[in-house]
């Protein structure tokens, strides 16, 4: 496959490249092991699965403002946070703490994007210069 750029929204500044893992669901960050990035939420899209160092593409965030930005904390504070995300519908909560967790994060990716990309993909999030890029 060629290498495919695709426009987008900066939400959290920053650039990363990490292998993508797409869920349908929304994330509720603190039913996710801190010490694995393992998604432990019953029934969940990716249940079992981890997204520790990856990109995470997903529709958004659920659960109160305290179990979203704890839950995401506690990855952080493990070195198992997303490197980047790749969300449609951000909510304040996961875009204040993307920000000061120095996540990069955008939104409005061009809708094409979401017809291409796949799970294990490589992605690049260019939140700097509004670039998703498929590098695969």
């Known amino acids: 496959m060629d290498k495919k750029k695709f426009s987008c929204h900066k939400i959290s500044e920053g650039v990363a490249e ?3 893992i797409i869920s ?3 994330i509720m960050f603190y ?3 801190p010490e694995t990035g393992k998604i432990i939420e019953p029934a969940h899209d990716i249940e079992g699965k981890s997204m520790a160092k990856k990109t995470l593409i997903f529709p ?3 659960g109160s ?11 952080n504070q493990r070195g198992n946070a997303p490197k980047a995300m790749i969300i449609q519908y951000p909510e304040t909560v996961l875009v204040s703490s993307a920000i000061i967790m120095e996540i990069p994060m955008v939104d409005k990716v061009d809708p094409e994007f979401y017809e291409v990309v796949k799970d294990g993909d490589l992605v690049r999030v260019d939140a700097d210069n ?6 695969n």
């Open 65 to 75: 403002s305290v179990v979203q930005a704890d839950g995401l904390y506690q990855l």
């Open 18 to 20: 990490a292998e993508a």
């Open 130 to 135: 509004g670039i998703v890029e498929i590098l």
């Open 60 to 62: 958004s965030g659920k």
């Open 24 to 26: 349908k669901d929304d």
């Open 31 to 33: 039913l996710i092991e």
